[in-house]
């Protein structure tokens, strides 16, 4: 028989958590059904607050507990690995209010961390906000985004994001100026544990047709361009200095290279697509063939854009 035999299990929650309100709970929660690529173990509990205040007291309560908490967004950026993640994995999809300043002309929206970017993009189509076309495609929650600095056609989050609500591992939260924040490439350079609750966006005002049009334009650029409708985590690789990771890739002759289940994409080379069949082990064993191939042929040592998460190995007893 195979069953969790982590400490963080329902009758520890139930001894320490019941009594935070506001919060639906899952126990061995299958990870593979919140990633995009479909892949994952269970996550022990699996948490989606209502409010915000739900997950500031959540997470002030863990860390009196001491129990690891992981934060996840759209799981579109992730490996999870089979053996699941340890103690609490909190999704944000629930923190997901949207709301105009008060003067339109202040450009100025208020979103939450778990605010789907497709959703956030359709309002600005509706209401005439520019500056965020370019994310048209990318399957994210907006702290998810935030976080990984997300970016596409020459923009990146850094751009747009004017303030942060951050919450802290023992549930205090803090407003920062979007200037204060450390941006780089894919990453948003701040050190420890801290979630994004909420952002103000800067947008610009425009006709709404154009809007569209351009997110529209965006989109299918990138239909042509990745595997859009197949199940991958986007860009495996951070592309290196002066170079794209998926010609590298190519060159390396890896483009349509397999692991069981998982396969570097036809379409394009730093996509990894899983066939439905596909597990962490494999998706991590093509990462490692991947690696090595374009190191051989070109020098380059490659990095992981893709977060990898959880334990190894399930566990068996
Ligand atoms: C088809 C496809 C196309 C893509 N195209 C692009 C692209 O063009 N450009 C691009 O940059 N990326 C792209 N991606 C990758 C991915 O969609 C982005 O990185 C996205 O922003 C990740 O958001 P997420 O909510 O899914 O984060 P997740 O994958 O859930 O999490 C990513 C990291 O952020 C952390 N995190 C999640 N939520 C929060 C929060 N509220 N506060 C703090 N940390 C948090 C997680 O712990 C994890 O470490 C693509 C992916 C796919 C599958």
């Given at each position: 028989m195979t069953m969790n035999a982590s400490p963080f299990n329902q009758d520890w929650w139930n001894r320490k958590f019941s009594k935070v309100p506001g919060l639906e709970v899952r126990f061995d929660e299958s990870m593979s059904r919140h990633t995009t690529l479909s892949?994952?173990?269970?996550?022990?509990?699996?948490?989606?607050?209502?409010?915000?205040?739900?997950?500031?007291d959540l997470l002030g309560l863990a860390d009196r507990e001491q129990a690891?908490?992981?934060?996840?967004?759209?799981?579109?950026?992730?490996?999870v690995q089979d053996g699941g993640i340890e103690g609490i994995v909190v999704s944000l999809r629930r923190l997901a209010r949207l709301e105009e300043h008060a003067e339109r002309d202040a450009g100025i929206l208020v979103a939450g961390g778990g605010l789907s970017l497709a959703r956030l993009?359709?309002?600005?189509?509706?209401?005439?906000?520019?500056?965020?076309?370019?994310?048209?495609?990318?399957?994210?929650?907006?702290g998810g985004a935030v976080r990984m600095n997300a970016g596409s056609f020459g923009f990146e989050m850094k751009d747009s994001?004017?303030?942060?609500?951050?919450?802290?591992?023992?549930?205090?939260?803090?407003?920062?100026?979007?200037?204060?924040?450390p941006f780089r490439y894919r990453d948003w350079g701040l050190e420890g544990d801290r979630f994004v609750l909420a952002a103000n966006l800067s947008v610009g005002?425009?006709?709404?047709?154009?809007?569209?049009?351009?997110?529209?334009?965006?989109?299918?650029?990138?239909?042509?361009?990745q595997p859009v409708s197949d199940r991958s985590a986007g860009s495996v690789f951070r592309n290196p200095p002066d170079g794209s990771a998926w010609k590298l890739i190519d060159e390396a002759g890896m483009r349509g290279a397999v692991e069981g289940g998982v396969r570097v994409s036809e379409t394009h080379a730093n996509f990894f697509v899983n066939d439905g069949t596909g597990t962490a082990e494999q998706f991590s064993a093509l990462l490692d063939r991947v690696k090595r191939a374009v190191e051989e042929t070109a020098g380059v040592r490659l990095e992981p854009e893709i977060h990898i998460l959880g334990r190894v190995r399930s566990i068996h007893v």
């Amino acid at each position: 028989m195979t069953m969790n035999a982590s400490p963080f299990n329902q009758d520890w929650w139930n001894r320490k958590f019941s009594k935070v309100p506001g919060l639906e709970v899952r126990f061995d929660e299958s990870m593979s059904r919140h990633t995009t690529l479909s892949i994952g173990g269970p996550a022990d509990i699996y948490v989606l607050p209502d409010t915000e205040a739900s997950f500031e007291d959540l997470l002030g309560l863990a860390d009196r507990e001491q129990a690891p908490v992981t934060v996840v967004g759209g799981g579109s950026n992730l490996l999870v690995q089979d053996g699941g993640i340890e103690g609490i994995v909190v999704s944000l999809r629930r923190l997901a209010r949207l709301e105009e300043h008060a003067e339109r002309d202040a450009g100025i929206l208020v979103a939450g961390g778990g605010l789907s970017l497709a959703r956030l993009l359709r309002f600005c189509a509706e209401r005439g906000y520019t500056g965020l076309e370019w994310a048209s495609g990318i399957p994210g929650l907006l702290g998810g985004a935030v976080r990984m600095n997300a970016g596409s056609f020459g923009f990146e989050m850094k751009d747009s994001v004017e303030s942060l609500s951050l919450v802290d591992r023992s549930g205090r939260t803090h407003r920062i100026p979007g200037s204060e924040i450390p941006f780089r490439y894919r990453d948003w350079g701040l050190e420890g544990d801290r979630f994004v609750l909420a952002a103000n966006l800067s947008v610009g005002l425009a006709e709404p047709v154009d809007v569209l049009n351009r997110i529209t334009l965006y989109l299918e650029e990138k239909r042509q361009r990745q595997p859009v409708s197949d199940r991958s985590a986007g860009s495996v690789f951070r592309n290196p200095p002066d170079g794209s990771a998926w010609k590298l890739i190519d060159e390396a002759g890896m483009r349509g290279a397999v692991e069981g289940g998982v396969r570097v994409s036809e379409t394009h080379a730093n996509f990894f697509v899983n066939d439905g069949t596909g597990t962490a082990e494999q998706f991590s064993a093509l990462l490692d063939r991947v690696k090595r191939a374009v190191e051989e042929t070109a020098g380059v040592r490659l990095e992981p854009e893709i977060h990898i998460l959880g334990r190894v190995r399930s566990i068996h007893v």
